[in-house]
């Protein structure tokens, strides 16, 4: 049994891999922005998971959020679920706050972060990123650089398992109706990633779909570029991985 937080899990992607979790007798913590979305938490938290409460887009609440998981003991794994599609929260939402919780949580040996098609998209650019979200962000950079910060912390942290994970294009409140993926195999990788013991998923710096690693936008695995992105990070938030 692993301990295992998994942030935005009020519903979608999140919600369908906390339930899988639980089902399978892990202590599983869930992670909703307010009191209001953690309403539907409650059948997850009869059946023994905690629930944290702390919006994404502000960085206190997302300190507050580590030293209460820091207090409780040490977590096993993180899945980085939560994230935005639109709008001035994509990126304290999408990066920002994985960033600052990866630097924060002590203990955790498996690290996943959801990341999207859309990374191929973004750009390898850190000069004028609105960091705070005073306009609306782009959704592929922020993908970019969180698919950039899982490599960036395989390399930098060798005895941690650091993913990430394109779920596909799933027919979820952020996704759409029409989204074509199968919402099944969409939660799927992830869970296996931070919980599995089967040979593959001990893997680290890789980018996954439906578990399959595939090759990541060239700038992922630049190292020049992860140090870049943590250094703007760091210089950020005040926190340094």
Not at 9 to 32: F, I, M, N, T, Y
Not at 168 to 194: C, F, I, N, Y
Not at 226 to 240: I, K, S, V
């Amino acid at each position: 049994m692993s301990r295992i937080l998994v942030t935005g899990s009020a519903d979608g992607l999140g919600r369908a891999a906390a339930d899988s979790l639980l089902s399978e007798g892990h202590d599983v913590v869930v992670h909703a922005r307010n009191q209001e979305r953690a309403a539907g938490l409650d059948a997850l938290a009869d059946r023994g998971a905690r629930i944290v409460l702390g919006e994404f887009t502000d960085r206190d609440a997302v300190r507050r959020i580590a030293a209460e998981l820091n207090d409780a003991g040490p977590l096993d794994a993180v899945i980085h679920n939560a994230g935005v599609w639109s709008g001035p929260a994509v990126m304290p939402v999408n990066i920002i706050a994985p960033y600052l919780l990866t630097a924060l949580l002590r203990g955790p040996r498996r690290l996943v972060y959801l990341s999207s098609g859309s990374h191929f998209g973004g750009h390898p650019a850190l000069d004028g990123v609105d960091w705070r979200g005073r306009s609306a962000g782009s959704y592929a950079d922020s993908k970019l650089f969180v698919t950039t910060l899982a490599a960036a912390v395989a390399r930098l942290r060798p005895g941690v398992l650091s993913n990430a994970v394109d779920p596909g294009w799933v027919p979820t409140k952020m996704g759409g109706p029409s989204a074509p993926d199968d919402l099944e195999q969409g939660h799927r990788t992830q869970e296996w990633l931070a919980s599995s013991d089967e040979p593959q998923a001990l893997a680290t710096g890789g980018y996954w779909y439906h578990r399959e690693q595939l090759q990541p936008h060239r700038a992922v695995h630049d190292e020049a570029f992860q140090d870049r992105l943590l250094q703007a990070l760091a210089e950020e938030t005040g926190t340094a991985l």
